[in-house]
Structures are given as structure tokens and as C-alpha cells.
């Protein structure tokens, strides 16, 4: 059974920083695309950031790009998101990403498996 676990989200001030963490479970990711996507009250899960099967190789939205930074630790199952810089618009469930290809897509519909999520509030 393939498990996604995230942690790290909290409430924060405007312009602080977070790293969230997104431990895999029953399934090795090492050459398939992890991911972090997002969601707000009222709207639809939106990309964020990934790291493809190389780990050197990441994408972002335009929205954080130059504020966030994705990356992998294979040998610990594991990818992180730091997040500095953070705006009340960054306010959203977190949700980490597992792909079944090697390069990840920017459609939540692509993706087989999530994790539960993590708050991340930014007050202003």
C-alpha cells in the first residue's frame, strides 16, 4: 500500500519560511516524478512545484517561482518544499504528489497518488 506522508505545515507571518516534508511508503519513487500541489477554500487544486525522475531536473508555478525550492532525498524516500518568503496567497492544503512517469505533469488529474495534506496558514 502506497503511502504519502507530509508534515511540516504550521501558521506562520507574512515573509517567514516553512519546509514541508513528504515521506513515501510501499512504493519506491526513486525514478518516477514527485510533486507538491495546493488548495484553497473554494478552488481547485493547483501545482506548485516538481522534481522529475533525475532529481536535478524541477518546475514551478509562476506564482512561486524564485521563492520556493523542490527537492528530493532518495535514499530517504523523501521530498521537501521550502518555502520562504511566504504571502497570505500562499495560504492552502499542501498536498504531496506521487507520479507513475519518470516526468511529472502540472494535471492534478495525472497524478495516482496523494498524500493527506498539510495546513499552511500566512497571516498578514
Known amino acids: 500500500q502506497v503511502q504519502l506522508v507530509e508534515s511540516g505545515g504550521g501558521l506562520v507571518q507574512a515573509g517567514a519560511s516553512l519546509r514541508l516534508s513528504c515521506v513515501s511508503s510501499?512504493?519506491?519513487?526513486?525514478?518516477?516524478?514527485m510533486g507538491w500541489f495546493r488548495q484553497a477554500p473554494g478552488k481547485e487544486r493547483q501545482f506548485v512545484a516538481a522534481?522529475?525522475?533525475?532529481?536535478?531536473?524541477?518546475e514551478y508555478s509562476d506564482s512561486v517561482k524564485g521563492r520556493f525550492t523542490v527537492s528530493r532525498d532518495n535514499a530517504k524516500s523523501t521530498v521537501y518544499l521550502q518555502m520562504n518568503n511566504l504571502k497570505p496567497e500562499d495560504t492552502a492544503v499542501y498536498y504531496c504528489?506521487?507520479?507513475?512517469?519518470?516526468?511529472?505533469?502540472?494535471?492534478?488529474?495525472?497524478?495516482?497518488?496523494w498524500g493527506q495534506g498539510t495546513q499552511v496558514t500566512v497571516s498578514s
Open positions: 504528489a506521487g507520479y507513475r512517469v519518470s516526468w511529472g505533469t502540472r494535471n492534478a488529474a495525472d497524478v495516482p497518488y
Open positions: 522534481v522529475h525522475w533525475n532529481v536535478f531536473s524541477t
Open positions: 510501499g512504493r519506491t519513487f526513486n525514478n518516477y516524478a
